[in-house]
C-alpha cells in the first residue's frame, strides 16, 4: 500500500491542525475548569462548532459524500489523529463517539422516515445520541448473552432491559437511543436473536440511574451511564434493517468504531510523549536532566517505536477496510484494537513516571488520558475476545491445508 496522504487529507490535516492551535488548544484550561466545577458538558465545545462548521471541518468521518465529507478510511486516520491529541475536540468537529458510529448505522441502515426524524439532527450538531448494548448482569464480551427483550405488541415493540456502560446516556441532548436486545431468544441460530430499535431518550419508561465514573473520572468525553428500561413502547417502524438482525449491524458499526478509537489514541500517545520530552528536558534529578537518565532515554526511545508501530498497522487495517471491506479486514481491526490501547496505556504510564507526583494529578491531563486509554482495552469487545478471534483466524489458514510433507 501507499503511505503517502492524498492532497486533499494533507489541505484539511493542515486546516484541522491551524484550528486546534487557534481555537482547542487555548481552551484546554477553560474546558476542564467547567468540568471541575460539576459542568459535563462545558460550554465551549457548543461555541466551537459553528467555528468548526463553517470551516468545513465537520463530519469528516463519514465517507458518504452525501453527508460526510466523503473521505476513506485512510484519508480520515490523520485527521482523527489530530483531533485525538485532545479528547474532547472530536465532538467539535461532530466526530466523537458514540455519535460517529450511530450516525453510521443510520445512514446505512435507516430508512428514510428514520434519516431524516434521527439522522439529521445528529448531521447538524443538534442532538447527541448513545449506544445501549452492555449490561451489568451477563458477561456482555459475548454479545449473545444480552438479556434485554424486545416484543412485539401490534404496531409497537416493548422494551425492558438494564443498560450500562451506555455511552452518551447521561448527556441531556442526546435524543435516541440505539438498543440492542433480543426479539427471537428460542431462535437455534444465537446471531439471529438478537435486533437493535431507536428509542426516543424521552420514551416513558426510560431511567437514567447514574452516569458512571471511570477511575474516578465523570466527566471524560464520553461519558456513560446506567440505565433501566421498563415497558418502553417504541413504534415498530423504529426497528432498523429487520428484526433478528441485531448482530449484522453490531458489525457493521463496531469496525469503524474500533478503528476510529485507535486513531485517536495514537494522537493522545503523541501528545503524551511530547509531555513527557519536554518535562524531562527540564527537570534535574542527580546533577544531570532527567530527560539524560538512561531509563529515560530508553522509554522516550520505546515510546516512538510503540506509537510508529500502531500508527502503520492503522493505517493498513484502514487501507484494507477501504478496499476488500470490513468483514475481510476484521483480523487486522482486532489486531489494532489490542495493540493500540495497550501500546496508550504503556506510553501514557511512562509519562505518568516521568512527571513523577505531578503525573497523577489533574494538573498535566495524563491521569485521565490513562483512564481513556485504559477503558479502551474494554470497550468495543475486550483484548482477550480479540485475541481468541486472531488466534482462530490465523488457526484456520492451517487447517484448511495439510502440511507439506
Known amino acids: 500500500m ?24 487555548p481552551n484546554e484550561g477553560r474546558y476542564y475548569e467547567e468540568v471541575r466545577a460539576g459542568k459535563l458538558w462545558p460550554s465551549v465545545v457548543e461555541e466551537l462548532k459553528p467555528k468548526a462548521r463553517a470551516q468545513g471541518l465537520w463530519n469528516l468521518f463519514l465517507p458518504n459524500s452525501e453527508h460526510g465529507a466523503g473521505l476513506s478510511n485512510l484519508d480520515y486516520a490523520p485527521l482523527c489523529e489530530i483531533m485525538g491529541r485532545v479528547m ?22 435507516g430508512t428514510p422516515e428514520q434519516k431524516k426524524q434521527w439522522l439529521e439532527p445528529l448531521l447538524e450538531g443538534r442532538t447527541r445520541s448513545c449506544f445501549a448494548m452492555t449490561e451489568p448482569a451477563v458477561a456482555s ?41 433480543k426479539t427471537d431468544p428460542d ?11 431507536i428509542v426516543p431518550r424521552n420514551a416513558e419508561g426510560v431511567k437514567l440511574l447514574r452516569p458512571l465514573p471511570v477511575f474516578g473520572y465523570v466527566g471524560t468525553p464520553d461519558v456513560t451511564g446506567e440505565v433501566q428500561f421498563t415497558g418502553v413502547r417504541v413504534p415498530a417502524a423504529n426497528m432498523l434493517l429487520g428484526a433478528g438482525r441485531g448482530f449484522e449491524i453490531a458489525q ?35 546533577g544531570k536532566p532527567v530527560a539524560e537518565q538512561t531509563v529515560t532515554l530508553e522509554r522516550i526511545a520505546e515510546s ?16 484494507l477496510m ?31 513516571q516521568a512527571h513523577g507526583g505531578g503525573g497523577v494529578t489533574d494538573d498535566f491531563g495524563l491521569a485521565m488520558a490513562y483512564a481513556n486509554a485504559r477503558l479502551l482495552r474494554i470497550a468495543d469487545g475486550p483484548d482477550e475476545v480479540h485475541r481468541n478471534q486472531i488466534g482462530k483466524l490465523e488457526l484456520a489458514k492451517y487447517k484448511a491445508k495439510p502440511a507439506a510433507t
Open 2 to 25: 501507499e503511505f503517502d496522504y492524498s492532497e486533499r487529507t494533507m489541505q484539511l490535516a493542515a486546516r484541522l491542525t491551524a484550528f486546534m492551535d487557534e481555537h482547542v488548544l
Open 88 to 109: 474532547w475536540s472530536p465532538e467539535v468537529f461532530n466526530c466523537a463517539a458514540p455519535d460517529t458510529g450511530n450516525m453510521e448505522v443510520l445512514a446505512r441502515y
Open 141 to 181: 464480551s459475548d454479545a449473545t448473552n444480552i438479556q434485554a427483550s424486545i416484543v412485539r405488541d401490534g404496531d409497537h415493540y416493548v422494551i425492558n432491559g438494564h443498560k450500562w456502560f451506555s455511552s452518551g446516556a447521561p448527556d441531556p441532548r442526546c435524543a435516541l437511543f440505539i438498543f440492542m436486545g
Open 187 to 197: 431462535n437455534p441460530d444465537r446471531h439471529r436473536q438478537q435486533s437493535m430499535i
Open 252 to 286: 457493521g458499526r463496531l469496525g469503524p468504531g474500533r478503528i476510529h478509537h485507535c486513531m485517536r489514541l495514537i494522537g493522545l500517545t503523541e501528545r503524551a510523549l511530547e509531555a513527557m520530552c519536554r518535562r524531562t528536558l527540564t527537570r534535574v534529578a542527580f
Open 304 to 319: 516512538r517505536v510503540l506509537i510508529d508501530q500502531a500508527r502503520l498497522l492503522v493505517l493498513k487495517t484502514a487501507h
Open 322 to 352: 477501504d478496499t476488500v471491506g470490513n468483514k475481510a479486514a476484521r483480523k487486522e481491526i482486532a489486531m489494532i484494537k489490542i495493540a493500540a490501547p495497550n501500546m496508550a496505556c504503556r506510553v501514557i504510564d511512562w509519562a505518568i
